[in-house]
């Protein structure tokens, strides 16, 4: 059967055609399309009522893998009255050579076509949130920050929340992510079905006040990480394409090779993190964006800008964004489709933000010349500065008239309303002809199916978040001096000072203690230098916790990928410092001696990191975690048993903690590998450091030395296994406190 091209809403598509084929033409449209026409069945040839004007774009709406598309503007036809133009009647898709998209198309009146899927009637996406209340209890009782609280969002809308502060905000948007349980009686619906939680993390992305960055990558690898992370099976031109697309709508083609900028090295302006951070959100195609206070700390121009590149992506691709907002200009403020501001939780005003000036006319409360309505509004809504028999006094409350107002004018009001009952919505399309046939943009085949087909299985997405993530955490380390490099020129000046101070020790008995000094120094101080890795894992762990609240990914690939990259990096700080200060200082000789020793030292300091991680895993304040990670080093120091022998412990110290005491295990491994085999001469008139078991030969052995500090018993291979286990176990903790602050 031959195939004719078809044109419509600026893309092209296939319909098969023969000579049995009819045209189909509608009038007084008041649009057309370029080849406005459909050939269809001669049987199909019936009056059809007029399809009603298409809107000037049609916004794509919840970018599903397999619903895309790219729309350009229809074009009117001024010359003539009556107007050809396609009507949709079943499925159509479109291609582009830049965009690969595609969109679902259908009628009210589906009419099968041969050769075209039929597409059942899908209605326009949209988010309810129905009597949403949260409260918490403090020492005067109970205090309810959300007060029932109703609003309705649709595809391609922006809703502003306003308020003084306290008014309960950003608790209302916590509540509306999930980040918060609210009260029982709430729901959330999402096309008049209930969502949970988890349905909520894989459809929506929450941008938080503080931009969570990697100050070492650049603009375009931070957005590119971001979608990898959240789509980890997408080609690379995939990727590329949709990384662009988000850059330039967001205006950071600019600097999209610039970095994030570091306390060191200056970066992008803080405009342009707000809007880096946005994109982060948005480049993963959520159907709901939430935006917390997205331009705080910002100029009007920037605070403009970034919700001029929100808005112009989210109408495009038909998200429902949801955002916080704090003082905004009119131009800013203009951004949004719709307004609501609260007072001590409860709702005082829910409409269009283009009404909230005639609000104030109809309330008969104009808004005075100079006086944006926003800031009228807001001087009604403060109650920081009124007494508090003014709070209490309704005549004298500004903020209860101005909700007594409201409420009383819900009514009147609705049809500017947001909070449209669905049914109510349609009616406006349906209540001059009900057989009208209207144009829908598809959310998906199926409004349950909210997962991505490039996510793959959990195996798929764990190995590929984990490749990922280990990834970028190697170019972090790499580039930031500050996590690796400081430490490794630490640790190598270090082995510089105890080869020089320790240098060449020789083998006459009162070297002996040195030896041991050597031993302990070594793991005592390495360990306690891990603290130096506190900052970087602090700016990791604030991108974790943005990332993961997301649901890019998990916590085992965040912790897999961290063990993964450290690993190799310690690895290197300690052999910097073994191969400096072992040879000069005169341990035992030998290759094999060399590599226990490179072993050993590389087990603790793994320990010691593992144990640092999990103080500022656990204290995300820079002072307090290093005051505790200092306290935990020393603490090990003393139940170690080298400045007190361990047999001399108090009983419950050697029982407990002396057991547990990675420092221990690290020390006597060492001392084992140095000592045993060596034989030292007595110099002192054969009076030997320590009990020497070949007094006759004026020599004390190695293993003398260690039968002497109760350490000469000990298995290589068992301690190693102790020190491997404790490793572990230190890993495991720090899964359940990075699962546990996630989900606080």
């Known amino acids: ?364 409360k104009p808004v005075r010349k100079f006086v944006t309505p926003v800031e009228h509004a807001m001087n009604f809504l403060n109650q920081d500065f009124d007494s508090e028999s003014e709070r209490h006094s309704f005549s004298h409350n500004a903020a209860k008239e101005f909700r007594s107002f409201y409420l009383s004018t819900i009514a009147s009001s609705s049809s500017s309303a947001i909070g449209d009952d669905e049914h109510e919505v349609e009616s406006k399309f349906d209540k001059n002809n009900t057989s009208q046939t209207f144009v829908r943009v598809a959310l998906a085949k199926d409004s349950n199916d909210y997962s991505s087909p490039t996510d793959g299985s959990s195996s798929e997405r764990l190995f590929w978040n984990t490749v990922v993530l280990s990834e970028r955490s190697a170019v972090n380390y790499m580039r930031n001096l500050l996590a690796y490099g400081v430490r490794a020129g630490m640790y190598a000046g ?73 690993a190799p990096f310690l690895l290197l700080c300690v052999f910097l410092f073994s191969v400096i200060c072992y040879w000069a200082i005169g341990l035992h000789s030998g290759a094999a001696a060399f590599f226990r020793f490179l072993a050993f030292l590389f087990l603790a300091i793994l320990a010691a990191e593992s144990q640092v991680l999990i103080i500022a895993a656990l204290i995300p304040i820079f002072v307090a975690a290093l005051a505790i990670g200092a306290f935990m080093n020393g603490f090990w120091m003393s139940v170690g048993g080298y400045f007190i022998k361990a047999r001399s412990l108090p009983r419950f110290w050697y029982y407990s903690f002396h057991y547990m005491d990675y420092q221990r295990y690290a020390f006597e491994l060492l001392t084992n590998s140095d000592l045993r085999g060596l034989t030292f001469q007595c110099i002192n008139d054969c009076n030997c450091a320590y009990p020497s078991s070949t007094p006759d030969t004026c020599t004390v052995s190695g293993d003398d030395v260690l039968s002497y500090l109760d350490i000469n018993s000990i298995e290589y291979g068992q301690w190693i296994g102790i020190l491997i286990s404790i490793n572990i176990i230190y890993r495991l903790i720090l899964y359940i406190v990075l699962r546990y602050r996630t989900t606080s």
């Open 1 to 364: 059967m031959n195939t004719r091209r078809l044109s419509f809403l600026g893309g092209d598509s296939s319909l098969p055609t023969s000579p049995s084929y009819v045209t189909l033409a509608s009038t007084n449209t008041g649009y057309s399309t370029p080849n406005s026409s459909w050939d269809l069945p001669s049987s199909l040839s019936s009056p059809i009522p007029p399809v009603p004007p298409l809107p000037s774009s049609i916004p794509l709406i919840g970018l599903s893998k397999t619903i895309q598309t790219k729309s350009r503007p229809h074009r009117r036809n001024h010359a003539s009255s009556s107007t050809i133009m396609t009507t949709p009647i079943a499925l159509a898709t479109s291609s582009d050579s830049r965009q690969d998209k595609e969109v679902e198309l259908q009628a009210f009146h589906s009419v099968k076509v041969p050769g075209v899927r039929e597409v059942t009637r899908t209605p326009r996406s949209t988010l309810t949130f129905k009597h949403v209340s949260y409260e918490v209890t403090g020492k005067s009782g109970p205090k309810r920050l959300v007060d029932d609280v109703s609003v309705e969002v649709k595809a391609g809308e922006l809703l502003a929340i306003m308020g003084p502060s306290g008014a309960g905000k950003s608790t209302l948007l916590d509540l509306m992510a999930f980040r918060k349980i609210p009260l029982p009686g709430a729901e959330i619906l999402l096309n008049s079905q209930r969502i949970d939680s988890r349905t909520m993390f894989k459809i929506s992305s929450f941008v938080e006040q503080d931009d969570a960055l990697l100050g070492v990558l650049t603009v375009r690898e931070t957005v590119t990480y971001a979608l990898r992370l959240h789509s980890p099976l997408l080609s690379r031109k995939e990727i590329v394409e949709r990384v662009d697309r988000v850059l330039g709508a967001l205006g950071l083609r600019g600097c999209m090779n610039q970095k994030i900028g570091t306390p060191i090295a200056r970066g992008i302006s803080g405009g342009q993190k707000r809007r880096v951070t946005a994109a982060c959100a948005m480049v993963t195609y959520p159907r709901i964006l939430l935006l917390d206070e997205v331009t705080s700390g910002l100029d009007s121009t920037s605070a403009r800008e970034v919700m001029n590149s929100i808005r112009n992506l989210a109408v495009a691709e038909g998200m429902m964004v949801i955002a916080t907002i704090h003082q905004p200009s009119l131009e800013t403020l203009a951004q949004f489709t719709n307004l609501l501001m609260l007072s001590d939780g409860q709702i005082c005003y829910l409409g269009k933000v283009d009404d909230l000036e005639g609000f104030f006319d109809r309330w008969g």
């Open 494 to 566: 270090m082995g510089v000072m105890l080869a020089l101070i320790w240098i060449n020790l020789g083998d006459d008995d009162s070297k002996i203690n040195d030896r041991l000094s050597v031993h302990f120094y070594s793991v005592a101080f390495l360990a306690f230098m891990s603290v130096a890795g506190i900052p970087s894992f602090l700016e990791e762990r604030a991108v974790y916790l943005r990332e993961t609240r997301n649901g890019l990914y998990t916590v085992l690939p965040f912790l897999l990928s961290n063990t993964l990259v450290n």
